[in-house]
């Protein structure tokens, strides 16, 4: 510290027949710069040093790049400024530049720092397996402390950055003598914010929702694919996006199919005519479902759920490993079972049935109602003309 500031002292000193303006933005100039190159060859340095052996520590490097860029930049300001020749109002301006650029780097280090543990506890958990409950869980729980520890931290570094400049401070002196009034009206104005924040924490709680569950969200069905600080991403079944608000899951109903786990009971409903031959359908079911490869070997059975008066009703249970594989085995298993019943027992297809009179009473009968039904019609009377 002492031989950079001995050397920057010589460098004022050989610059002395310069104004002092020029001198002090040459100071300032070369400080910087001698940061930036500094920072450069360290970060080349560790990138050789830590690429084969240690790749991960590299890549937390990298991500500290900004704020050790930053750092070093602020430090290399804090030796020059003294030395440089400035007017005490010039001076001051920059000790409060730097001061605010001190509480800057201090959040943004806190941020970087909380999502470097976030990614280090998270790499123990891989959501790409069918069985991936407790990493959906605790990849959830994390990403949302995570953004409410965001916003937290934001707010507290632009409160402190505020509170540098004195008219600010006295605002906020007289803000707290009168809390009445005043904090009614902040509440209010924040009850937005504030009202996603709460949520956002009871959700890491509660976990009503997990990012990859199944949901049905306002009758359409998706998976969670992202979760905010404010907002909740849907992805449906057709690839579009549903944003819907972070409190929307702790306020209103909705249906998660992946609470507990991501097995599924799928169902396909089939109307056949009562001479279907029930036993033969259900062991027609239990051969296609067991060949899938959507199934996952737990549950097929058939049920006659319903008798109606012109067919009746039956329904395939099938289970598989997610909802995805459940959607796709009822599609498969409706193809399938109406291929069958069309090749092997078309008469099980449904139908209406009519039946028709062709006997010679009967016709005459018919006539008769016919003819009494036409000569009532003449005898009613005719509305005169006007």
């Known amino acids: 510290m002492d031989s950079i500031r001995t050397a920057q002292t010589a460098i004022k000193n050989l610059l002395a027949w ?21 920072h450069k060859n360290v970060r080349k340095l560790l990138r ?36 440089a020749p400035l007017d005490p109002n010039t001076a001051q301006w920059l000790a409060r530049l730097l001061l605010i650029g001190v509480i ?21 958990f891989k959501i790409d397996v069918d069985d ?38 006295q605002y906020g002196v007289s803000l707290f003598a ?9 509440g209010l104005a924040a009850r937005p914010v504030l009202n996603n924040l709460f949520a956002g924490v009871q959700l890491a709680m509660t976990q009503p929702i997990r990012i990859d569950d199944a949901v049905i969200v306002e009758n359409e069905w998706g998976t969670i694919e992202e979760i905010t600080s404010t907002y909740v991403v849907v992805r449906l ?30 169902s396909a409903f089939l109307y056949v005519d009562y001479r279907a031959p029930v036993d033969t359908v259900r062991k027609k079911l239990s051969e296609i479902v067991k060949q ?46 109406i291929d069958f019943l069309q090749r092997e027992h078309p008469e099980a297809l449904p139908r209406s049935r009519q039946i028709s ?15 009494a039904d036409a000569r009532q019609t003449a005898q009613r009377p005719r509305r005169a003309d006007r």
């Open 18 to 38: 310069v104004p002092d303006p020029f001198v002090a933005i040459i100071i300032l100039t070369l400080a910087g710069a001698v940061a930036f190159s500094l």
């Open 48 to 83: 050789h040093v830590l690429a084969e052996r240690y790749p991960y520590l590299l890549s937390v490097f990298m991500q500290m790049r900004g704020v050790t860029q930053l750092g070093l930049f602020i430090l290399a300001m804090i030796i020059a400024i003294p030395v």
């Open 104 to 124: 800057g780097l201090i959040g943004w280090a806190a941020i970087t720092a909380l999502r470097i543990a976030a990614d280090l506890y998270l790499r123990q």
């Open 132 to 169: 991936n409950l407790l990493a959906r869980k605790h990849i959830t729980q994390v990403r949302v402390l995570l953004r409410t520890c965001d916003v937290l931290v934001m707010i507290v570094t632009i409160g402190a950055t505020l509170m540098t400049f004195e008219p600010v401070r």
């Open 178 to 186: 009168s809390a009445g009034v005043a904090g009614i009206v902040a």
């Open 237 to 266: 079944w057709d690839w579009r996006r549903m944003i819907v608000p972070l409190s929307y899951f702790i306020e209103k109903p909705f249906q998660n199919w992946t609470r507990e786990g991501s097995a599924l009971i799928g």
């Open 292 to 337: 899938s490869k959507h199934w996952d070997g737990r549950v097929v059975t058939l049920q006659v759920t319903e008798a109606k008066e012109h067919n009746i009703e039956l329904r395939c249970l099938m289970s598989a490993r997610t909802a995805g594989h459940a959607f796709d085995l009822r599609c498969e298993v409706r193809e399938k079972m």
């Open 357 to 371: 009179f062709s006997g010679n009473g009967d016709s005459e009968d018919i006539a008769e109602a016919r003819g």
